[in-house]
């Protein structure tokens, strides 16, 4: 499959099936959750209805993936990848590592690599027309109104309103479950608001005109293109000191390390129960400047000064059953033990990053750079973009973002305004109704 043969206008309805082995494996356990359910007990086909949910992909997901797969990255950015899987680096140790084996947010169209780019990252790519991926090539694509997700949440929300209702006017104590219809309530307002900045977020992305980098000018524009490194170098990120946990070509990042702790305690009922949990220990990150090239030419991007950034999934995760020593071993338990009273089971560090070649998508704002940093760069101005940067500074109605990934790729994860809106906000309505009935 290629982007020719791709309907990026979805319509009304698509049927989505998962993709990823991981979440077939959810979607066949939601079936059988499902089917069961209605012989056993309806309460498991809810839980069915919301496991097929959260396991379908977004109407365009899958597709893309298709294409993706079809357009493979030039040799030369694939040698700049990190080898994806799982891999065993002790097992005495229980040491091991995992780079995910599909990334979507990483180019769907084939990317120029590194042989191809000029030595000047500021002048235009080939023949100067925008990258194949770029939105004046591809468009802007649009969700089908209800998918699988869709219909499957209408009905989890339709399950869980009759459930609430039946529940508190078949009870004998109304007591025992007049919390039901706040707590549902409570969940509805809760989603919604995350469906609302979803919303919001994808409005911004998919209405905002996307700029040329060669004729951009002061403002707020949207700007999608490739990671391209400037005169400040790149990042060798040594993810919390360990030779053996290190990510090159870093332009923006961040790491964190964290303990899984199992400790016992006592519930209401007096019994002795035990609970396990991830505890963020430390963390880091940072970036330097970098060059947005979309094939038109190539702008300077400040990634420290975005307050929203999203990275995609991680990059890379690590996990031990031991820390890097044995005096750091020895303190954590003691920590552990002192502070939680559990002991350390597993230590894990995850590190998310922006990498030189990636794709990269921003809505931010354009200014003049200082004449100074012109002349370091030995920069005569003859190049308009190189005159300016961009930095994430929020104007009136527009929110400084940069993500990684394209407009294809972000926008073809995200679900439709009536998924991640209107849904939400039907089981808010619910549960209020319910909630004032039962006053």
Known sequence: MNISELDLDRGFFQLTMPYRWQYWIGWVIGMIMIVAGIVVNPAISLLGLLFV??????SLEADLHKVRQAAPQPEDLEKEALEKGFSID?????????????DPSDWILTAPGPTTWNENQYLPHGDGTPLPEHPVNVGTPRPATVSTYGITMILFVVGICIGVWWAVEDSASKEDVLFLPYVALGVGVIWTLIGYFQYKMQRQMADTPTSLVRSVAVGNPELVGQVRPSKSGVLRVVVDGHPNRVIPNCVHFHWSYEVKI??????????????????TIREDGGGVPFILNDGTGGILVKPTTFKRTDMGQYLK???S??????KKELGMEFAARLFTGGNVIKHRWTIYALRVGNPVYLVGTTRS????????EGLDGTLQN?????????????????QRGTELANLGRMRSSFEVMIIPLCLTIGGLIISLMNL
Do not use: F, I
């Open 386 to 402: 190189t005159l300016l940067e961009v930095v994430g500074e929020d104007a009136p109605g527009v929110k400084a973002t940069l």
């Open 262 to 279: 199992r400790e016992k305690y006592t519930d209401s009922e007096g019994k002795t129960q035990t609970r396990e949990y991830w505890k």
């Open 321 to 326: 059953n031991h820390a890097d020593s044995l």
């Open 53 to 58: 949910g959260l396991c379908s992909p977004g």
């Open 317 to 319: 995760r690590w996990e």
């Open 369 to 376: 750079r200082p004449q100074e940093e012109l002349q370091n």
């Open 90 to 102: 002790s097992w005495w140790m229980g040491r091991t590592s995992y780079a995910p084996t599909t």
